[in-house]
C-alpha cells in the first residue's frame, strides 16, 4: 500500500481560511443599487422613497420600527395599502438576496420580519375579451417585435413578469409550449405553458434563439427589457390605461376557474399561495362547481 507524504487535511482550517466575510460595510442605498444590478427587478424604482429616507444608513441598522414608522407616514399621505405592502416586500426581498450572497452579519436578521402589513382592498380584474383581443393585436405593431410575444406570454401563462423577463431560451420547449420557470417568487420551480399561436408567434419573431440569451435581452448582455413604457403607450392606446402587467395574471386565474378548474389546480398552475387565491377568487370557484353539480344532474 503506497502512503502518502501529504499533511492529513483539516476541513476546519480551510473553512476558517475561505469563509466569505460577513456584514459587509453597505449603506442601504449600496445594497439596493447591487440588487438591483444582479436582479433587474426594478427595486430601485420601488424604493426611490427608502433611499432617499435610509440611503445613507448601513444596511445592517435599519430597523423594523423605523419601517413601520415610514409606512404610516405612507399611509397617512395617501399611498394605498397595497403599495406600502408591496414596498415592504421588496425590502424583505432585498435583505433575502443579501443573506444568499452572504452579506449580511453573523444572526443578522431582516427588518422587514414583523413590520406592519396593512389590509388592502381586493382588486378584482374582469376585461372583456375584445379588448384583450385588441390589446394582443396592438401589441404586435409596434418597431419592437418581441413586446408581442411578451404581451402573448403574459396572457396565456399568467406568469409573473419577472418570471418571464428572466428566461433563457435553453429552458423554453416550443414544441411542448412550455417555459421552465426554474427559480420562482414562491421559490419553486414550475412550467409555464402557452398556446399554439403564441409558439407560432415565438418561432416568427425569433428565427435565431440562443440558448445562454435571455428571451428579452435587453441592450445589456444578461439584463432584460422592462417594456414598462410601451406597455403604457399600448394600453392607453386600446382603452385600457389601468391594466397593469401583473393584472394578466389576475386574468389567468379568473379564465382558470371560470372554465371549471379548481382553486388548488389553478393555485398549481399559476404558482400562487392557494390561501390567497381563495380570497381573492373564492366566488369564481363557488360558480364553477355549481354549474359542475348542474351538469352532473343532468345525467342523471
Known amino acids: ?37 444582479s436582479l433587474s427587478d426594478g ?12 440611503g445613507k444608513l448601513s444596511a445592517w441598522e435599519l430597523e423594523t420600527e423605523q419601517i413601520d414608522i415610514a409606512s404610516k407616514a405612507m399611509i397617512d399621505h395617501g399611498y394605498a395599502p397595497s ?10 426581498s432585498l435583505y433575502k438576496w443579501a443573506k444568499t450572497k452572504r452579506l449580511t ?5 431582516s427588518p422587514s420580519i414583523g413590520a406592519l402589513k396593512y389590509t388592502e382592498k381586493i382588486r378584482r380584474i374582469h376585461v372583456e375579451n375584445e379588448k384583450i383581443e385588441a390589446l394582443r393585436a396592438r401589441s404586435l405593431a409596434v418597431s419592437d417585435r418581441r413586446f408581442g410575444c411578451y404581451v402573448a406570454l403574459l396572457l396565456d401563462t399568467g406568469a409573473r413578469k419577472s418570471e418571464l423577463l428572466h428566461r433563457k431560451w435553453s429552458e423554453v420547449n416550443l414544441e411542448s ?16 405553458f402557452f398556446s399554439d399561436k403564441t409558439a407560432a408567434l415565438l418561432k416568427r419573431v425569433f428565427p435565431k434563439r440562443d440558448p445562454n440569451h435571455l428571451i428579452f435581452e435587453g441592450r445589456v448582455p444578461g439584463q432584460p427589457i422592462s417594456f414598462r413604457r410601451v406597455w403604457g403607450v399600448i394600453t392607453k392606446e386600446v382603452d385600457l390605461k389601468d391594466l397593469h402587467m401583473h393584472d394578466a395574471r389576475h ?5 382558470l376557474l371560470r372554465a371549471g378548474v379548481t382553486l388548488g389546480v389553478a393555485a398549481q398552475v399559476l404558482g400562487h399561495d392557494p390561501s390567497v387565491l ?19 344532474w343532468a345525467q342523471g
Open 1 to 37: 500500500m503506497l502512503h502518502s507524504n501529504k499533511k492529513p487535511l483539516d476541513l476546519l482550517q480551510v473553512g476558517k481560511n475561505t469563509c466569505l466575510e460577513h456584514g459587509s460595510e453597505l449603506t442601504f442605498a449600496e445594497l439596493v443599487h447591487s440588487h438591483t444590478i
Open 105 to 109: 452579519p453573523k444572526k443578522f436578521r
Open 177 to 192: 409550449q412550455e417555459i421552465l420557470a426554474p427559480t420562482t417568487k414562491n421559490g419553486n420551480p414550475r412550467v409555464l
Open 43 to 54: 427595486s430601485d424604482l420601488r424604493l426611490r422613497k427608502w433611499v432617499s429616507a435610509f
Open 83 to 92: 403599495t406600502v405592502n408591496r414596498d415592504v416586500g421588496t425590502i424583505g
Open 251 to 255: 386574468l389567468a386565474a379568473s379564465n
Open 278 to 296: 381563495a380570497r381573492r377568487y373564492g366566488h369564481l370557484e363557488t360558480g364553477a362547481l355549481k354549474n359542475a353539480q348542474e351538469a352532473s
